[in-house]
T-cell receptor, first 113, second 113 residues
């Protein structure tokens, strides 16, 4: 069966520091991968998605970037964090077919102080 | 462009009472429709999905949803709510040739003992 991991689970970072969040998927090959952000009391905002190694689509221009160095690894990064980057970050995967279900990881809670 | 509306931000029901959470979507053709549930501090879990065929869809945990094309709705129902159902519920739509899902802003369900 497929599993999706995210780490760290919780992170507290000062403003201006770098960020690296990691997401890995097991049990499937060539998945689509997604990064979402969920601000407190808000819905899900799609940040990036990837249909293959090195292929990244950005949905919202902002302070963040994403990379996919391996088939089942998806990384969310920032060079300098802003207060507004605080939130709950969710990674998800799906099969590479339109309309497929997305399966979510446990999330990373980021607090920028 | 596709959109999803969940008109109820909060809903409170008594344990054992029936539940209906509303979801309306905007899309010209038949969409792919999903309901997810999120417990506090957790990722999202798929409850059920509709792609085609029978408009009444059964999901996990005793939930069901009905697709009504004429009303552009996909409401989630449960005949008898349990205290463990307290969580946030998200409706999502996928459509066309896109891999992306568009999420509603969520409905928080509170259950009175």
């Amino acid at each position: 069966s497929q599993t999706i991991h995210q780490w760290p689970a919780t992170l507290v970072q000062p403003v201006g520091s770098p960020l690296s969040l990691e997401c890995t998927v097991e049990g499937t090959s060539n998945p689509n991968l997604y990064w979402y952000r969920q601000a407190a009391g808000r819905g899900l905002q799609l940040l990036f998605y990837s249909v293959g190694i090195g292929q990244i689509s950005s949905e919202v221009p902002q302070n963040l970037s994403a990379s996919r160095p391996q088939d089942r690894q998806f990384i969310l990064s920032s060079k300098k964090l802003l207060l507004s980057d605080s939130g709950f970050y969710l990674c998800a995967w799906s099969l590479g077919t339109v309309g497929e279900t997305q399966y979510f990881g446990p999330g990373t809670r980021l607090l920028v102080l | 462009a596709q959109s999803v509306t969940q008109p109820d931000i909060h809903i409170t029901v008594s344990e054992g009472a029936s539940l209906e959470l509303r979801c309306n979507y905007s899309y010209g053709a038949t969409p792919y429709l999903f309901w997810y549930v999120q417990s506090p501090g957790q990722g999202l879990q798929l409850l059920l999905k509709y792609f085609s065929g029978d408009t009444l869809v059964q999901g996990i945990k005793g939930f069901e949803a009905e697709f009504k094309r004429s009303q552009s709705s996909f409401n989630l129902r449960k005949p008898s709510v349990h205290w463990s159902d307290a969580a946030e519920y998200f409706c999502a739509v996928g459509a066309g040739s896109s891999y992306k899902l568009i999420f509603g802003s969520g409905t928080r369900l509170l259950v009175r003992p």
